[in-house]
């Protein structure tokens, strides 16, 4: 009887056009995943967003601190995710057995992106470094201009100003609460007044770094700096409360990052910055 089967050549070419068309689709399929985690995290700073500008309304319209106490303070230590949290209900909390004090770190919940590496270290969303005063370990009484809260009205472009993104892996097992502002962090060339506008240094920190265990962290290093890891785009949320994502290179530092106020401030009245 004659029987009818594949012959070897055959079955080699189904076997090839599958691994083609898995080559082909397996990309596709990646890119539709990390789009939907995407929007998930864009979705997050947009609802810390709204937090934050409740927040300003009910405080005098000024913004939170990045953190405070700790230290030689003599209080317990906070960051910015415990005082939005109440306008968000969202999120890792919990009350610190010490001080009795309800904490949140940014670690869990809506402070997450979904892609963010390390599903343990805190941090992961920044605020601005410079508009969010830093108030940790700073003596009662301290009052020189990176710590004083910082109204509304200070800000010229709300529009146009970065006030939350998402940050690299640091490179320790916590996570810093801000992203880096300043002038030197962002551009390779500077000049005073500003002649040019870039992002050229911070985009060298658009990484994740393993934590090497020492419990320390590069300043301005990749936990400082936004990351791009949703297919080249970043989210963002800016200080009139809209939020987006940006393409790697987009944010450029004297149009959407540069602030006058706080330490940046001082160094402006006393003439020599921005460089």
Known sequence: MNRKAF??????????IIAILAAILFPVFSQAREKARG?????NLKQIGLGVMMYVQDYDETFPMSQYGGGRTGVPQQAWYSVIWPYIKNGD???DPATGVEQSWGTHGIFACPSFPDR???GKYGCHYDVFADYWNWPVGGTDARHRVTPISALETPAEK???TEKGVNDAFWGWVYFGTWEWDWVDWIGRPPQRDGAERAL???CDLVNDGDGSATWAGC???PRYRHTGTANVVFFDGHAKAMGRGQILWYRNIFVPVGLPAQWVSEGWYPY
């Not at 929007?39 to 979705?43: A, K």
Request: proline residues 0%; charged residues 15%; contains cysteine.
């Open 7 to 16: 012959t070897l050549i055959e079955l080699l070419v189904v076997i090839a």
């Open 39 to 43: 929007t998930t995290c864009l979705s």
């Open 93 to 95: 909390r919990y009350r």
């Open 120 to 122: 343990n270290q805190s």
């Open 162 to 164: 970065v006030m939350i």
């Open 204 to 206: 060298q920190r658009d």
């Open 223 to 225: 936990g400082m700096m």
